[in-house]
């Protein structure tokens, strides 16, 4: 019983941090639309609402065990397909203070290590 506990704490904490990302997308939607890219179309509070509901929705696919395989893979997916808000991000904030710039740097790495955690779910579900 003790191997299958933790892959499947391992996809509940993925699961909360996404419905966690969602719901901010919602509560605080200035912060994402900032750093949306203007390449792309639309605006910038229609692709925050846009993605906090598929944070929303991968939470739900990643918690459920039936979908956990599928939920993991469009997880990581959609982690790559981010990764151009956090380089605006990165480079919006070159002017800002030290520790906002650090914070906005340090967005950049981490998407690496979130792209193994959901593929990780992903082969345990």
């Known amino acids: 019983m003790e191997p299958n506990r933790s892959p499947a704490?391992?996809?509940?904490?993925l699961a909360a941090l996404l419905g966690l990302a969602g719901v901010t997308h919602f509560t605080r939607p200035k912060q994402y639309d900032r750093i949306v890219p203007a390449s792309l179309p639309g605006s910038a509070r229609t692709w925050t609402y846009v993605s906090?509901?598929?944070?929303?929705?991968?939470?739900?696919?990643?918690?459920?065990?039936?979908?956990?395989?599928?939920?993991?893979?469009?997880?990581?997916?959609f982690f790559v397909a981010v990764f151009p808000a956090n380089v605006k991000m990165a480079l919006d904030f070159r002017t800002k203070s030290p520790k906002a710039k650090a914070i906005a740097y340090a967005r950049l790495p981490l998407q690496i290590p979130l792209v193994a955690w959901a593929l990780k779910v992903r082969r345990s579900g």
């Not at 704490?9 to 904490?13: C, D, E, L």
């Not at 990643?62 to 993991?72: E, Q």
């Open 9 to 13: 704490r391992s996809a509940f904490a």
């Open 52 to 77: 906090g509901a598929v944070e929303l929705a991968l939470a739900a696919a990643v918690a459920a065990p039936t979908t956990r395989r599928l939920g993991g893979l469009l997880t990581a997916g």
